[in-house]
């Protein structure tokens, strides 16, 4: 299904705007509501959210995790957080540690009820042997070549297996066997036995076991033979009582299928849903690229703050409301889009715009000399801590005779409409005068590297230009990393003109400024701390790297959409 154009903030309704809540119930909702008017279930709503252990979460898990805790919090019902773990090849107990510390991070609650498809290994096997004795399953011996050629085509039917008659007797002494470690990886598998016909692929007598000698994170050596996921996740659903098992669109062909096992066993029948996955505009989803982005060292790992992983975001400076908001503000669709990554960014902006407290820094230092103030004079300047919030108080900042200021807000030969520092010019530092540019400062080479001015605190003098500063004396010198968006385009996904996502990188998508210069407020500053840097945009105090009285500061987000901006759409 092809994707629609992405969609812009400025394109969203009024009630995204205002990060409150569509009058409409979502289709998943409507679905839920008329069940529990009929009294299926009993009423009840039981969620889950079933990733494999095989990588870290990114951006698009957490839509699904904000809809099936969402859904099962709205409703007073349950919600499960499930390992499909299933190919022991390919999963970790990093990742399964992981994943549960950014559910939860992200709101999720799940009490007792943390399972794992490899706790119901033994009963998916009984249900196995049941579906052989019923004549629903055989033991194939085509390899995976062979299986793939008998297949078929969406235009043309499958062709029996040569062993789709085995009698039962046989299928079962087959499996028994497998189990018992007698075969070689890939030499047999057990199948569902459904159509060949069937217009739909996944019904061609599909895949439920195959032998896999395997280490398995939980179960150790105990199996060498592995449910599929088509298999396990059906019933695993059906074990824990799951009421509606809500998934992406790429599960809307497999649902007949998970219906099938379900009724063929006799179970509990969860009702599957599926809903649009999140598509976002600059990066990429696929576990593969991003796993390759890592492996090949394009980015420093899982948690680099330019990944759309959750453990990327949330190093970054990325808060669990900011991106639950923009999930809620997404809604819950049948259809895919791609959403623009302006969306994201606006929401994280709304959030720590309320909760972090202001401060100043210089990223790129002029010196300043305000040349009526005495050498080792020390003025005092009260500063709020928010300025729509009192009761988080104020902070005092010095101001000395020799200050910085940003190298962008002073031009020497300024345009008419250039209202920051120039020759001559007035400017207002932020909370504490007026400055008036006396004498400009240069080295041999011709290059600014001082400015002389007056300092002036009558603060009724009427100036159209506030900079913020921070004193030369007693500014904070540290790490600042201004981390923008990881590739440079839409779509990096687009393969055309022979190009894959790695021609699409942004060269500038992180640039470390290695001394920058902040208000001596912030040496005080926690790891995980974040704060808006007045003019400059908001900044968290990484949570691995900052030292105590030198915090490394990452730029969550700038102050406005500058991608937009240059587009030409803000």
Known sequence: MAAADASSPDDRPENAKSGGRAASRNFIQQIIDADRAAGKNGGRVHTRFPPEPN?????????????????????????????????????????????????????????????HASDYFEQLYDWAVQLIKA???????????????????????????????????????????????????????????????SPN????????????????????????IYPSYDYTHGQSDSIEGITHSICTLEFENHRPLYDWFCRELGIHHPQQIE???????????????????????HVAGWDDPRMPTIRGLRRRGYTAESIRAFCERIGVAKFNSTIDMGWLEDAVREDLNERAPRAMAVLRPLKVVLTNLKAGETRTVEAPNHPQKPELGVRKVPLTREIYIEQDDFMEDAPKKFFRLKPGGDVRLRGAGIITCDEVVKDAAGAVTELHCTFDDDHSRKVKGTIHWVSAEHALSTEVRLYDRLFNVPNPDDASEGKTF????????????????????????????RYQFERVGYFYADPLDSQPGRPVLNRTVTLRDSWAKAAGTA
């Open 55 to 115: 990588g870290y979460l990114h951006i698009g898990h957490a839509k699904s995790i904000c809809l099936n805790f969402g859904l099962a919090n709205e409703y007073g019902g349950k919600f499960n957080l499930r390992f499909d773990d299933t190919n022991p090849v390919k999963e970790e107990q990093e990742y399964v540690d992981a994943i549960i510390d950014d559910v939860h991070w992200l709101g999720g609650e799940w009490d007792d009820r943390l399972f």
């Open 135 to 197: 004549g629903k399953a055989y033991v194939c011996d085509l390899n995976a070549e062979e299986m793939r050629a008998h297949r078929g085509t969406l235009t043309e039917p499958g062709k029996n297996s040569p062993h789709r008659d085995r009698s039962v007797k046989e299928n079962l002494e087959l499996l028994e066997q497998m189990r018992a470690g007698k075969f070689p990886d890939g030499s047999r598998t057990l199948r569902a036995k459904i159509d060949m016909a």
């Open 201 to 224: 692929l996944n019904m061609r007598d599909p895949v439920m076991y195959r032998i896999k000698h395997a280490h398995h994170q939980r179960t150790g050596d105990a199996w060498c």
């Open 275 to 297: 809903f649009a996955r999140l598509n976002l505009t600059y990066t990429v989803m696929s576990k593969r690229k991003l796993l390759e982005l890592v492996r090949d060292k």
């Open 502 to 529: 790695l021609d699409h990188l942004n060269p500038d998508s992180i640039e470390v400024v290695a001394d920058a210069k902040l208000e001596p407020s912030l040496a005080n500053a926690e790891p995980g701390s």
